[in-house]
């Protein structure tokens, strides 16, 4: 099926352990984004990439880790997971990073607890 | 830096009633404007996208206006129905660091 895939959509893990969350789009998009959304901050970017290889820090940057040696493909790894990486994880694309096109389309979410 | 506001922050309406939703920023060098949709557990789904050079966006009974200089945009629902109900977040593409910031959300809830 077309579109933007996360995976797993919820995970729970140990503090201290290395966890990666998987996004996986179909479209060929050049940009893709990792937000995560808690209560009381809303949607806040942790690394966006503008292409294989390319990749940039966000807001919220501290404790992750990204690569993209695909254009399809853009995990993020928690390198040694705490709990206030306790969250919900969005991953988003865009063909265009200036405007244009169809603007983000966001994948179904990855619901992580750390315990 | 970027600051994306939405109000009111939950709405609760009867069925059938038109209804506006408001968003406001305070730096205008924007490239565009998205709204979207978010169901309770849920990822977000695009309902409009409204370029900086543009006015507004029209979708079924959902109409988005943008007001550049003023740092405002409006979501309008007409004939509210039940499945509406959901949150809707406003989000700016900044032109500096060409990153989205996103408003808090409204909380919609349609009663039958």
């Known amino acids: 099926d077309a579109g933007i895939t996360q995976s797993p959509r919820y995970k729970i893990t140990e503090t201290g352990r290395q966890v990666t969350l998987m996004c996986h789009q179909t479209w060929s998009h050049s940009y893709m984004f990792w937000y995560r959304q808690d209560l009381g901050h809303g949607l806040r970017l942790i690394y966006y990439s503008a292409a294989a290889d390319i990749t940039d820090k966000g807001e919220v940057s501290d404790g992750y880790v990204v690569s993209r040696s695909k254009t399809e493909n853009f995990p993020l790894t928690l390198e040694s997971a705490t709990r206030s990486q306790t969250s919900v994880y969005f991953c988003?694309?865009?063909?265009?990073?200036?405007?244009?096109?169809?603007?983000?389309?966001f994948g179904s979410g990855t619901r992580l607890t750390v315990v | 830096k970027q600051e994306v506001t939405q109000i009111p922050a939950a709405l609760s309406v009867p069925e059938g009633e038109n209804l506006v939703l408001n968003c406001s920023f305070t730096?205008?060098?924007?490239?565009?404007l998205q709204w979207f949709r978010q169901d309770p557990g849920k990822g977000l789904t695009s309902l409009l996208l409204?370029?900086?050079?543009?006015r507004e966006q029209t979708s079924g009974r959902l109409n988005a206006s943008l007001d550049k200089s003023s740092g405002r945009s409006t979501l309008y629902i007409a004939a509210s129905q039940p499945g509406d109900s959901a949150t809707y977040l406003c989000a700016v593409r900044n032109q500096a660091g060409n990153m989205l910031t996103f408003g808090g959300g409204t909380r919609l809830m349609v009663k039958p």
């Open positions: 730096d205008s060098a924007i490239y565009n």
């Open positions: 988003a694309s865009s063909l265009y990073l200036t405007g244009g096109g169809d603007g983000y389309t």
């Open positions: 409204i370029q900086s050079s543009q």
